[in-house]
């Protein structure tokens, strides 16, 4: 079979297989679609696959195959935080910046000390130190990688649970939207190297220009011509970011943000979303599984996924407890808004993809938050769903 035969065969496997399981296990209550795909694309992975069928794997998996669905796996994850970033409103973050900064401060600072303290003992042991990283980028990586909240599943959830409109929903999207933006801050930081420091200036530098330039000719155009221009813009920052080492999706980050959401359609803004996770992500899950590794042996690698998943979810609760008893918020608030917010896929997995790739981590750190990040997800909607009943029930008692 030559390339393209090959690379279809693959393609079906990659959209057909996860929606197989999915649709006939009925998975959904504890794992929806998305994390389906992820783990699909772990089993399709040279430490699962590959190791039990390796004629299969090298067969359907070759290098040029792999390449082919790299190229679709980098525009997707482009477009997905590209929209993410446009969709960060922090206004209303602004304008109730008491509770949000000391609830979203909380829910960031916790869990990401505790997923520092994780990450110590992994510094004296072979295998999950980057050959690029120092100490400080490991730890940091680790615990800010235990500190993530996924948003766009984040809003998937609430959509779900019938909260995104109401209340509580707004406001675990405000907590949610400011922990983001620390996020890509803090993987700035992290990417930040000295050595092209005069390069990563320039781009910055240059960003700000554009910025400008680029916002004024957003308001002053049609918006069908809005989304055009949006992906030129898009390409532009992602080259900008990666030629100055700070990453192409970091980039795809700082170009969503610069722009207004009033800016476009919502209800298109919100298609595109669901169309970039339907027809495009799938890729890019079965990219991330292609890149999992058991080096250090599979028992030690879930071993280390369960360390990461402990810290992750006792920080992320510890930290909305303290911000619920530090602001007085009703019983049982806390702990819906932790467990929702301590959900991890898609940000965290592009967050992990960026270390592995400047090798701040390896392969065996990278499975092992890739498994923390499917269980975090996992654990969300069966432990919200009971807690969200009781706290109606609570409700309907205290009504007069």
Not at 169 to 197: K, M
Request: proline content about 4%.
């Amino acid at each position: 079979m030559n390339t393209t035969e090959i690379y279809l065969i693959a393609m079906t496997v990659i959209f057909g297989l996860p929606y197989l399981i999915w649709r006939l296990g009925r998975t959904d209550y504890f794992a929806p679609l998305v994390v389906v795909q992820i783990l699909t694309g772990i089993a399709l992975g040279p430490g699962i696959l590959g190791s039990a069928f390796p004629d299969v794997y090298r067969f359907v998996f070759n290098p040029a195959v792999i390449q082919s669905l790299n190229g679709v796996a980098w525009w997707a994850v482009m477009l997905f935080v590209f929209i993410a970033g446009i969709e960060l409103d922090l206004s209303e973050a602004w304008e109730k910046r008491r509770e949000s900064s000391i609830t979203a401060g909380l829910a960031l600072g916790v869990p990401l000390v505790f997923g520092a303290v994780a990450a110590l003992p992994l510094l004296g042991m072979p295998g999950w130190l980057g050959p690029k990283a120092t100490n400080w980028q490991f730890v940091l990586g680790i615990g800010m990688s235990c500190a993530v909240t996924a948003l766009p599943i984040l809003i998937l959830f609430l959509e779900r649970l019938h909260i995104l409109r109401e209340p509580l929903g707004q406001r675990i999207l405000r907590y949610a939207s400011l922990d983001d933006l620390a996020i890509w801050a803090v993987l700035a930081l992290i990417l930040l190297d000295w050595e092209r420091v005069g390069k990563q200036a320039a781009f910055l530098a240059a960003f700000a220009v554009l910025s400008w330039l680029v916002r004024r000719l957003m308001a002053r155009v049609p918006e069908r011509d809005r989304w055009y221009l949006a992906l030129v813009w898009l390409a532009v920052c992602g080259f900008g970011a990666d030629w100055s080492g700070l990453h192409y999706m970091v980039g795809a980050f700082l170009a969503g943000v610069v722009l207004d959401a009033r800016w476009f359609d919502q209800d298109k803004m919100d298609l595109l979303r669901h169309h970039v996770l339907l027809v495009a992500m799938p890729v890019f899950f079965l990219s991330t599984g292609l890149r999992t590794q058991w080096g250090v042996g599979g028992a030690m690698v879930f071993g280390v996924a369960l360390l990461f998943l402990v810290a992750s979810v006792s920080g992320k609760l510890l930290g909305l407890r303290l911000a619920g008893r530090i602001l007085g918020w009703a019983p049982g608030e806390a702990s819906i808004i932790g467990w929702l917010l301590q959900t991890k896929a898609l940000i965290m997995i592009i967050f992990a993809n960026v270390l592995l790739d400047k090798q701040v981590i390896t392969s065996d750190t990278f499975t092992a938050l890739l498994l923390m990040a499917v269980g975090s997800t996992m654990l969300t909607i069966p432990r919200v769903t009971p807690l969200l009943a009781g706290a109606s029930g609570q409700n309907a008692v205290h009504r007069p």
